[in-house]
């Protein structure tokens, strides 16, 4: 099935690597427009001479060195350019900027993530009580074996909770055919959702990310951490990047019980379940803001949950999405408190008065990142 993917707030999906103003210039477009363009090291420096070679070795060992700094070496950065993108921030701040994935430095979003958000959302939507009620004893063992550290024991908790989410996914419990003395492993219906990687984009947008904070014990009920982010982002576009999801079970996979399962990753539940995520997920982030006093995200969340539709549903991935938008949590917040502070303190150690995640990362302060909107192309 072709589907299509709309930008709503930009998107940062990390590579792992990160380059500081060494590499890049700034400039502007006629209209007055912030840009940079990203060099290719290796052949800016075989552009210049001999003595602007050792100019720039020289350079490179001094931490505040950027390439604007030097007129020769700006004009050669031009002749050097891997990729040009739009700059969303004051240059002279930038100090090192985390890179969006690329292809032949083109930006795209990995399959793998538009794929493991529907793995949330199905789990969020079908997970049943009984599963439920075992990831919450489990959730309840392991935070008291860490307590104790008792870690053999915490281990087994922790691949007991993942269990139970693999085996939501898996064949029914029977009893564990072995082979060569070794436990054969469960088959998962996700394996035959195939979920390829978008199209490409070219031009990125550098934006900063701060982190926004809340308290209940604070007069201010909201701050920003004193640090900002620099990221490459896929800015919100008109155009649409296109990808495809296909579902490769057949009949011939019956015989490893797998049969009942085939619903889960049919279009029409993957629709219904990011739905129903994003709504309930969104309505919790507008509730978060408001009872904070943030008003603009307020103001965000409300626009979103109006673009949140049950045959285009939203969905948010990469960067800041945050603990919530990435796990079941959220059923647990809404049904089973308890467990929910029992996964807090399983994760931060210690029990707290204020929110948690207390925490959201945002785009110049305002916007949340990573908010796309999956449309199903009917063939």
Known sequence: MKCTLQVI????????????????????????????????????????????????????????????????????????????????????????????????????????????????????????????????????????????????????????????IDSFFASDRRETAKKDGRETAKKSIMRFLEVTDTTTFKSPAIYPVKVLKVSDNSYKRFRYENFLIYMEFLPKTKRKLEFEMNFTYNGRYDRIGLGNKRRLVTPETIKESLYTFSRDYIEHERKFASRYGVDFLEKIYRKLGKQNSPDAPLMRIGHGSGFLATTIGLRFKEDDPMTYESIRKFKRGRSYQDEFPKTRKLIDGEIPPGWVKVIFNEE
């Open 9 to 164: 707030t930009p998107v940062h999906v990390g590579n792992g690597l990160k380059y500081g103003p060494q590499e890049f210039y700034t400039g502007r477009t006629k209209d007055g427009k912030k840009i940079f363009g990203r060099v290719d090291v290796s052949r800016f420096y075989s552009n210049l001479d001999d003595d602007l070679r050792d100019k720039f070795i020289h350079n490179l060992s001094t931490p505040d060195f950027r390439l604007d700094s030097i007129k020769e070496f700006k004009r050669t950065a031009r002749k050097s350019v891997r990729y040009r993108g739009l700059l969303k921030t004051d240059a002279s701040e930038v100090k090192e900027v985390s890179e969006h994935i690329k292809t032949l430095d083109e930006l795209y979003i990995p399959g793998s993530s538009i794929k493991g958000s529907i793995r949330t959302a199905l789990l969020y939507e079908h997970l049943s009580g009984d599963e439920l009620k075992g990831i919450s004893e489990a959730v309840s063992q392991a935070l008291e074996s860490k307590r104790k550290r008792n870690w053999k024991t915490l281990r087994k908790k922790q691949e007991e909770i993942k269990d139970i």
